[in-house]
């Protein structure tokens, strides 16, 4: 099944967030129907912060890697697209495109939704011009950014309507997390609607149930590794090694294996 069909249902679709191919690898290994990556936990594999900062080079080099180990459809958090010019978005996107990914992740952050539109149009254009079927993924930091206060489900329904016009094949609507504000963007909007996990995201079935298609996990995996690391370091200088070390860690031959099949 490819990336476009996944979206359709009646299954939800859910997306655990990798940043680099040996992630790539563990989630496939769990049976994954799709890879899609965490532009944050990619930028901090790299050394770079999260937030439009990652080099295109960087990223295209990195998507290959993953692309490399992938044996299911690979879809990449190209942020805002490094630029604010179209036609610049639309070049980065085809060389992610052409590096392995089958989607694409591309946010309006605090900008103009006028101009995520237009990035869309210009990217749609070249994917036509290149006879690459490219899914792309409208996200709507809405929520996240707190850019409408009290009346956030009609922004965000203005914004897909923009956005489903230029040619997005899905709505992700980060940070949104009530049943009745999920249930109107199901029934206001034509696109298939993305959700990211939560600690008050209603559970999957209820998801489901909504008409939610696709649910991500955004950069929490990659801050649980980061946070997991972090305590087994602090356990190493603190103690040169105690029991505490190995707690959940995976097994040697686990990790490896995984990556001899790449």
């Known amino acids: 099944m490819n990336f476009r069909q996944l979206h359709q249902g009646p299954a939800l679709l859910k997306i655990a967030n990798v940043w680099d191919a040996g992630s790539a690898a563990l989630v496939q290994s769990l ?40 044996r299911v459809p690979l879809s990449v958090d190209s942020e805002a697209g490094y630029s604010d010019d179209p036609a610049v978005v639309a070049g980065h996107v085809m060389q992610l495109a052409e590096a392995g990914a089958a ?12 101009l995520l539109a237009r990035k869309i149009e210009a990217i749609k254009a070249a994917t036509a ?14 929520w996240l950014k707190n850019l409408a206060p009290g009346r956030a489900v009609d922004e965000v329904l203005l914004r897909a309507r923009d956005y489903a016009a230029a040619g997005a094949d899905g709505l992700f609507a980060a ?15 034509p696109l298939p609607l993305n959700v990211m996990a939560r600690p008050a995201l209603p559970a999957p079935d209820v998801l489901q149930r909504l008409g939610v298609r696709r649910l991500s996990a955004g950069s929490a995996i990659a801050e649980a590794a980061w946070g997991r690391a972090q305590r087994a370091a602090e356990a190493f200088l603190a103690e040169g090694g105690g029991a505490g070390l190995y707690d959940g ?3 040697y031959p686990q990790i490896n294996g995984l990556l001899n099949r790449g």
Not at 46 to 51: E, F, P, S, V, Y
Not at 129 to 142: E, K, M, P, Q, S
């Open 31 to 70: 049976g994954a129907p799709a890879l899609a990556t965490t532009s944050a936990g990619l930028a901090w594999a790299l050394g770079h912060a999260d937030g439009n900062h990652l080099p295109i080079a960087e990223h295209v080099a990195a998507v290959r890697r993953i692309a490399r180990i992938a």
């Open 103 to 114: 989607g694409i992740n591309l946010e309006d952050g605090a900008g103009a939704p006028a």
């Open 129 to 142: 011009r290149a006879g690459v079927d490219l899914f792309i993924n409208a996200r709507c930091d809405v």
């Open 175 to 189: 940070g949104v997390t009530a049943e009745a504000d999920i249930a109107a963007l199901v029934a206001g909007q």
């Open 249 to 251: 860690a995976a097994p």
